[in-house]
């Protein structure tokens, strides 16, 4: 019965839930799914993570490569984040070119790593005007669960900071780069940045981390980026229902608390796996 | 020969006698009385009516609605239109009336020449190029509106039909004034037909209208005098200028504008500042005879 | 040190200028220009729409953006992603069901502010076009330079230098913000500064339409 009344009438459906401060799956409105994190897991990548936000998967996988860097800028390597939306994890995308989902993801995403000097591209720098790296990094989400954004940022978050980075040199006599040692460094990521996603029911209600049904309701969404120093690195409301201070106040409050969980997770992680 | 030049200048806002009243942009709140029905153009939220296109508000009664200020023409049954045969179907026109959708002229709705009443033939159907092909102007009446908005026209009276040798002119369909007839014989010697979709046919007035004119098929091409042809240019300069300054175009406005111009030359109605002088005075005589 | 405009203070917008009903054949259009950066907009609706793309209950709402010189890229389809949400929550597209509203942008020059050029125009250009909307919106675009000081409405060498630039969306009724889109480094105060300096000029920009439409004579 509640699964036709779902059918027929998902937002009175919904709201039915709302009433009572609590949502079908039975969290409440400012709570966030489990977040799981695993690193390394693409032994062929320079840099991997795997990142679970309730059922909203996300793999990121980097790969490094070397090119020559622009006459403006001779000593800034280049990151290049892509995120991909296969038919795999949603009915909703038909396999071709990138959706226009896709698109607005990816640019989201390369606008954050740029505002937030999450790499300092400097570092990926070999020989000045010759050779530098370049870091693409490949985000495909295996199952899309809403909120995809999020889990994505956390996985390049966790991926960077996986990135082994083999130390190379310009042979001066040949000028071809050759590979000096087996050790690999790690990259120094600068400022961590996660983002936070709400969704807007109904002109008024804010509801923290939306599944695919409640996006699908939604009357808009936000999206705030916070860094570690307690600063914002992107507030992000395209369209959608008007939002008042108290409410915007809210967001940003949940979504620095959100920070600290996510960086903390960060670094038990990666403590763990160097134990 | 001389040539006019004129450097651009900044648009005036010409000289309004006063502020339109009733003027409101969407959001706008029209009123909070709750005893009004809404109409096109507003919305209803918390018990209060707002509009949703920029316009002016019109009251019938109880009912509030918003012109919008420029919109393609919206059909409603007894409109008399002008349009422009646009393809040929099966026992179909289509029409372009200046409408979001082409208008749809059955082969029904049309009188066959002779004037015969008879069902319409297969043979029929293969002769109606001959009747009206693609280019054609037509003049007609709405007779209903389709359920996806689409006008149907009928071209059942004898004053309907193709139109000979004229000037058609574009303009705002919510310029035209709704009045009871849309055929004009100006007593300056040419005819005017005021389309309510803003398209206006003016052509030379023909003499004896007589009724057993092949029910409106056939085009008269005898060769038009260049008095008449004076007439019917200062008539279109006349309108074209009115439709620039935004007044409402009826058979008395376009008379009055055509004797006030009188006293200039065909070609210097072009001019801005001419014509807006010769609105001017049409508009003094308008307002002086209270219409 | 900041470059300094010379044509008004920081705290002022550039001179603006609009002009609709330009183009013959689009149902509504208009242009819009902040200072020295112009933005054309023709809007076709509500018209025939491919049976994959139609909606059952409300209108489809494309918009198409179109940069100066290049092809467009990922940034454009974010451009007409924020755009389209934004016209979408203002147009009543419940009033035409299975139809397709068509917004066609194209940037004629960029001296700073492209995106709040964009939304305004965009939305002088519905209005041209009478369709159904529930408010109008007023964009403003403003720069926090390093010093921490606040440049509304900047100019593209402004941008540069700037820390961050904020772009927000008010719309006319409650003047509450519908869109908000930032790049850069800022603290939440001094979000909260940038929103209120931009809020009073998005009241004033909400007031001018009105201004600009043609008055028809009854």
Redesign the interface.
Known sequence: MAADFKTAQPVEYYRQFLKKDVRPDGRELGEIRSTIVNIGSISTAEGSALVKLGNTTVICGIKAELCTPTNDEPKKGFVVPNVDLPPLCSPRFRPGPPS?QA??V???I??VL????MVNHEDLCIAEGKIVWVLYCDMMCLDYDGNVIDACIISLLAALRNVALPSIEVDEETAKPKLTSSTSSTMTVQSLPVSTSFAIFDNSILIADPTNEEENLAT?VVTVVT?EC????????????????SQ??EC?KRSFSRGDEIRKLLDETFNSLDR | MAVDIRLPRKRKRGELTSEPRGLVSPGDVITSDTGFMRGHGTYMEDDKLHASVAGVVERVNKLICVQPLKTRYNGEVGDVVVGRITEVGQKRWRVDTNSRLNSILMLSSVNLPGGELRRRSAEDELMMRQYLSEGDLISAEVQSVFSDGALSLHTRSLKYGKLGQGILLKVSPSLVKRRKTHFHNLPCGASVILGNNGYIWISPTVENESSDTAGGFIQNLEPVSEDERGVIARLRNCILGLAEHRLMLYDTSVLYTYETSTKYEIHELLKPDVMEEVIHLARLKLEQEGT | MTSQRADCGNLELRSQSCEQNLLSRPDGSATYCQGDTSVIVAVYGPAEVKQSKEFLDKATLEVIFKPKVGIPGCSEKFQERLIRNTCETIVLTALHPRSSINIIIQVMHNAGSLLSCCVNSTCMALLDAGLPMSCLVAAVTCSLSCDGDIILDPTSQQEKEAKAILTFVFESRDNEIITSNTHGIYSIKQYYSCVEACRKYGFVSCQSPLGTTNTVEQ
């Open positions: 226009e698109q607005v990816s640019q989201f390369a606008d740029k505002d937030s000097k808009g860094n307690g600063e914002l690195c992107a507030l992000h409301k395209p369209g959608g229902s008007s939002l008042s201070e915007i106040q940003v």
